[in-house]
């Protein structure tokens, strides 16, 4: 297959939180291959590290800041360094979460807290300071990850799905809030994305299987799949599109 290319999105600067691994990895390297200029977070400092100097091969290194995103404070400084370093910030990808599985009965007040910090608390950080740049510019697009767990009732993820509803709350709201500056904000709910955590923890082949049998395209979703449509909400062409959650799940639900 040939996959489009954007040419609103080079030199186009863009923040990608969680970009060591998984979906966020392929969200990083899609937005190096458009040649925009990238910055990335992630709390694993050894793969993050990695896969810049791997891209860096490629002819565009990214910049990789070590962040918890726990702490909001040190957010906030990852992204001011990203504007001294690069310049305003263009594209956001609020991408990084945790899909720990608990019982309900198991689940604490500080697992609950731990939950939305890593699930939704960050993406609104990330937009307030982000958006402050933005308006500077008169544009920009913030591309929030929501998920399709909260859309089914998945079982063991109460608190992981109540944060990613909440996010289609938060996004819809911001929307509102900064459209006038011409800032577009729309999310993503993955389905069944296999990435090498999934099968390391919590999926196995034969739970492939069963997504491959259940979805309407027939193979299994990757997390290339999610970077694309993450592209096309960052260019221009969707100038328009705004407001709206995209799930992207191979037609699972």
Not at 227 to 243: E, V, Y
């Amino acid at each position: 297959m040939t996959f489009a290319r954007y040419s609103s999105l080079q030199n186009r600067v863009a923040f990608i939180t969680g970009g060591g691994s998984g979906i966020g990895a392929s969200i990083v390297e899609a937005f190096v291959e458009q040649g925009a200029q990238v910055a990335f977070v992630d709390i694993l400092e050894d793969e993050s590290r990695a896969l810049a100097e791997r891209l860096a091969e490629k002819g565009k290194k990214p910049l990789f800041i070590a962040c918890d995103l726990l702490d909001i404070k040190a957010l906030d400084v990852a992204i001011t360094t990203v504007r001294d370093t690069l310049g305003p910030i263009q594209v956001l990808v609020n991408n990084a979460a945790n899909d720990t599985r608990q019982e309900v009965d198991a689940v604490t007040e500080a697992d609950w807290d731990r939950t939305m910090s890593l699930n939704i608390k960050h993406q609104f950080f990330a937009a307030q300071a982000v958006g402050r740049q933005m308006r500077t510019l008169g544009a920009g697009s913030i591309i929030n990850f929501s998920s399709i767990a909260w859309m089914g009732g998945a079982g063991a993820m109460t608190t992981y799905a109540t944060a990613k509803a909440a996010v289609v709350g938060l996004t819809n709201s911001l929307a509102r809030e900064f459209g006038p500056s011409n800032i577009r904000v729309n999310a993503i709910a993955p389905g069944a994305v296999i990435t090498e955590r999934q099968k390391r923890l919590w999926v196995s082949e034969d739970d492939m299987q069963m997504f491959i049998e259940r979805q309407c395209m027939k193979r299994s979703l990757v997390p290339d799949d999610i970077a694309r449509t993450a592209l096309f909400l960052a260019a221009d062409d969707s100038f328009m599109l705004t407001k709206q959650c995209i799930v992207v799940d191979g037609g699972l639900r």
